[in-house]
């Protein structure tokens, strides 16, 4: 059921987004900024041989070289200085937070707001210096492992270290200003824009092997039918709700008694959003790309990885799987819904669930409901993650085409409209606030201000 707020920013004249100042810089100051990283991806790690990475992914583009390549933008297929993505960012989010929640000095230094916020921020940003330094290193002896460098040695490691971790870092800063200062998320929007990149190529290679016999018509039609299910069914679970009924009662404030209300507290189906997904995914894609890049098929752990954690293989998805479900529990109850936030949120307000006591006891209820709706949640997130690749494999689609990928440019598109509307709404709303102020200072039309007759002593 669509809310009152959102029938009144669907309704509302798109005529106002030439009046909503603030929210056309956000717009460009967003773009400006996509416009750089995709700009990014073009120019080259220094001492690359150019014909010999293309060999190389050529080679591994079915796999899970598209698959990477397809979350970078591209960059890595090039091998461009944003080759390692946000990635590491990512990474390191994912470790500051499960320390959050196990050790107590940061637990203890999460609840101090703003001053907190920061020091965590800091935190994850070294985690995220860290991680892109071993990462690179570890890519940069993969190429020469796998004859890529032009000029092997410890100058070519050490100029792409720098050039990898800085470009890491320059993504992460632009996801942050994004945050701030544009609209919608940085980080999300960068992935978003990394993955739309890909598509057009990846479209007319799906053509171009029709054309070719590789593939059947009818595998043509029913990959185009499963993916426009697929969007319709993301759409779908992204916006419903599960409703808990909250009642307030009747207050007095002075000499004036209102009456008691009652509302609805929205739990979505999927409170974590697309985080688990793309949390899952990085985790998987690390160990694997080395693998990928080092070029040594005898080593047997290279070799293991290489045949089992490879897309669409039943260890890949069975892990995938189980860090989906994972994330999507310890991201819901660690950041987007708190039960007990909000039930000392709904006390301060003197709001109740009707037969549950406010308190410790509405934190309870709060976490069995969705506890159970997330049950719900993390499997529509596995399902949609996981059965493209099954059928991508059972049908060999000579391209990587991955559920992940449709739920990133789904959900990120979805808030990113919400966004806008709630810009226009806030603009409406002030517009409505003028109004009000000029016409309570007396300056409506057609009511001239009385004159007083002067006073005669």
């Not at 000095?105 to 071993?134: D, F, P």
């Not at 099954?390 to 789904?410: D, E, M």
């Given at each position: 059921m669509v809310s009152?707020?959102?029938?009144m920013?669907a309704?509302s004249?798109?005529?106002a987004f030439?009046?909503?100042t603030d929210?056309r810089?956000?717009?460009?100051?967003?773009?400006?900024?996509?416009?750089v990283y995709?700009?990014?991806?073009?120019?080259?790690?220094?001492g690359i041989?150019?014909?010999?990475?293309?060999?190389?992914?050529e080679?591994?583009?079915?796999?899970?070289?598209?698959?990477v390549?397809?979350?970078t933008g591209?960059?890595l297929?090039?091998m461009?200085?944003?080759?390692?993505g946000i990635m590491?960012y990512?990474?390191?989010s994912i470790i500051v937070?499960?320390?959050?929640?196990?050790?107590?000095?940061?637990e203890?230094?999460?609840k101090?707001g703003e001053?907190?916020?920061?020091?965590?921020?800091q935190y994850?940003r070294?985690g995220t210096?860290?991680?892109?330094?071993?990462?690179s290193y570890g890519?940069?002896?993969?190429?020469?492992?796998?004859d890529?460098a032009?000029d092997?040695?410890?100058?070519?490691r050490?100029?792409?270290?720098?050039?990898l971790?800085?470009?890491?870092m320059?993504?992460m800063w632009?996801?942050?200003?994004i945050t701030?200062r544009?609209?919608g998320n940085?980080?999300?929007?960068?992935?978003f824009?990394?993955?739309?990149a890909?598509?057009?190529?990846?479209?007319?290679?799906?053509?171009?092997s029709?054309?070719s016999?590789?593939?059947?018509?009818?595998v043509?039609?029913?990959?185009?039918?499963m993916?426009?299910?697929?969007?319709m069914?993301?759409?779908?679970?992204e916006?419903?709700?599960?409703k808990?009924h909250i009642?307030?009662?009747?207050?007095?404030?002075g000499?004036k008694?209102?009456d008691g209300?009652?509302?609805?507290?929205?739990?979505?189906v999927n409170?974590?959003?697309?985080?688990?997904?793309?949390?899952a995914?990085s985790?998987?894609?690390?160990?694997?790309?080395?693998s990928?890049f080092?070029?040594?098929s005898t080593?047997?752990?290279m070799s293991?990885?290489?045949?089992?954690f490879g897309p669409?293989?039943p260890?890949?998805?069975?892990?995938?799987v189980?860090?989906?479900?994972?994330f999507?529990y310890?991201y819901?109850f660690?950041?987007?819904?708190k039960?007990?936030?909000?039930?000392d949120?709904?006390k301060?307000?003197?709001g109740f669930v009707?037969?549950?006591r406010?308190?410790?006891?509405t934190a309870?209820?709060?976490?069995?409901?969705?506890?159970?709706?997330l049950v719900?949640g993390s499997?529509?997130?596995a399902?949609?993650?996981?059965?493209?690749?099954?059928?991508?494999?059972q049908?060999a689609i000579?391209?990587?085409?991955g559920?992940?990928?449709?739920?990133?440019v789904?959900s990120?598109?979805?808030d990113?409209i919400?966004?806008?509307?709630?810009?226009?709404?806030?603009?409406?709303?002030e517009?409505?606030?003028?109004?009000s102020?000029?016409?309570g200072?007396?300056?409506?039309?057609g009511?001239p201000?009385k004159?007083?007759?002067p006073v005669?002593?």
């Amino acid at each position: 059921m669509v809310s009152a707020v959102e029938n009144m920013a669907a309704n509302s004249s798109w005529s106002a987004f030439g009046k909503a100042t603030d929210l056309r810089h956000r717009i460009l100051f967003t773009l400006g900024l996509l416009i750089v990283y995709r700009l990014g991806t073009f120019i080259p790690v220094p001492g690359i041989d150019g014909g010999a990475l293309r060999d190389f992914m050529e080679q591994a583009g079915q796999g899970i070289g598209g698959m990477v390549s397809m979350f970078t933008g591209g960059a890595l297929g090039r091998m461009g200085i944003f080759a390692l993505g946000i990635m590491p960012y990512i990474s390191a989010s994912i470790i500051v937070q499960l320390l959050t929640s196990m050790v107590p000095s940061l637990e203890q230094l999460k609840k101090e707001g703003e001053q907190g916020r920061k020091k965590i921020n800091q935190y994850t940003r070294w985690g995220t210096v860290a991680l892109a330094t071993v990462q690179s290193y570890g890519l940069a002896v993969s190429l020469e492992a796998g004859d890529i460098a032009a000029d092997p040695g410890m100058f070519f490691r050490l100029s792409c270290m720098i050039t990898l971790v800085g470009g890491t870092m320059f993504l992460m800063w632009l996801g942050e200003q994004i945050t701030a200062r544009g609209i919608g998320n940085g980080i999300s929007l960068i992935i978003f824009v990394g993955i739309i990149a890909e598509v057009p190529a990846a479209i007319a290679q799906f053509f171009a092997s029709g054309r070719s016999g590789a593939i059947s018509p009818a595998v043509i039609v029913g990959v185009l039918v499963m993916v426009v299910a697929t969007i319709m069914f993301v759409v779908f679970m992204e916006r419903a709700l599960r409703k808990i009924h909250i009642q307030y009662p009747r207050r007095q404030v002075g000499m004036k008694v209102y009456d008691g209300g009652s509302s609805h507290l929205p739990v979505k189906v999927n409170p974590s959003g697309v985080i688990p997904a793309i949390f899952a995914s990085s985790l998987l894609l690390l160990p694997v790309t080395i693998s990928t890049f080092s070029g040594n098929s005898t080593n047997p752990v290279m070799s293991w990885l290489l045949a089992n954690f490879g897309p669409g293989q039943p260890l890949y998805l069975l892990f995938f799987v189980v860090m989906i479900v994972f994330f999507a529990y310890f991201y819901t109850f660690n950041v987007a819904f708190k039960p007990d936030d909000v039930a000392d949120n709904l006390k301060n307000q003197n709001g109740f669930v009707p037969g549950i006591r406010p308190g410790k006891r509405t934190a309870e209820y709060l976490e069995y409901v969705v506890n159970r709706v997330l049950v719900l949640g993390s499997a529509y997130l596995a399902a949609v993650c996981i059965l493209p690749e099954i059928l991508r494999g059972q049908f060999a689609i000579p391209f990587y085409f991955g559920g992940t990928s449709v739920l990133i440019v789904v959900s990120v598109t979805m808030d990113t409209i919400q966004q806008v509307q709630s810009h226009l709404l806030a603009h409406q709303y002030e517009g409505l606030l003028e109004k009000s102020q000029l016409r309570g200072k007396g300056g409506g039309k057609g009511k001239p201000r009385k004159k007083r007759s002067p006073v005669r002593r």
